[in-house]
């Protein structure tokens, strides 16, 4: 025996066609949303074959996760005085240059920088 009741809005149209299909089957509209909404769940199985799906391949990835072997354990933390270094000797301690499209109003601003000496 059904007790529980479940009440939801839907259009005009999704209505007329639930009433038209249950006088076409001659079955009450209670029945034709209760064996669409199991049919629904049925297919909604494929979810978890899915999620199954999803932790094979997290699994398989799995084996590259982890730190990068550069031997430098500190890489994030020294990453900033590394590429001025970098810079620096790439421009010999000379003014970096930035994008073209600001070079111009910077230079003609004054307002270029050199990297502090460290």
């Known amino acids: 025996m059904k007790t529980e009741v479940y009440s939801w809005r839907l259009s005009g149209e999704l209505k ?11 079955v009450p509209v209670s029945a034709v949303l209760e064996t669409a909404v199991r049919d629904w769940l ?4 494929t979810d978890a074959s899915e999620d199954e799906a999803q932790r094979r391949l997290h699994t398989a990835a799995a084996n590259c996760f982890g730190a990068l072997a550069s031997g430098n354990p500190r890489r994030a933390e020294t990453a900033r005085d590394v590429l001025r270094k970098r810079l ?3 421009h010999g301690g000379r003014t970096i240059p930035v994008a073209r499209s600001v070079t ?5 601003a004054g307002k270029t920088k050199r990297l502090p000496q460290r």
């Open 16 to 26: 007329s066609d639930l009433e038209r299909e249950a006088r076409l089957r001659k």
């Open 42 to 45: 049925k297919k909604g199985d």
């Open 88 to 90: 620096r000797s790439r």
């Open 104 to 108: 111009s109003a910077a230079e003609a």
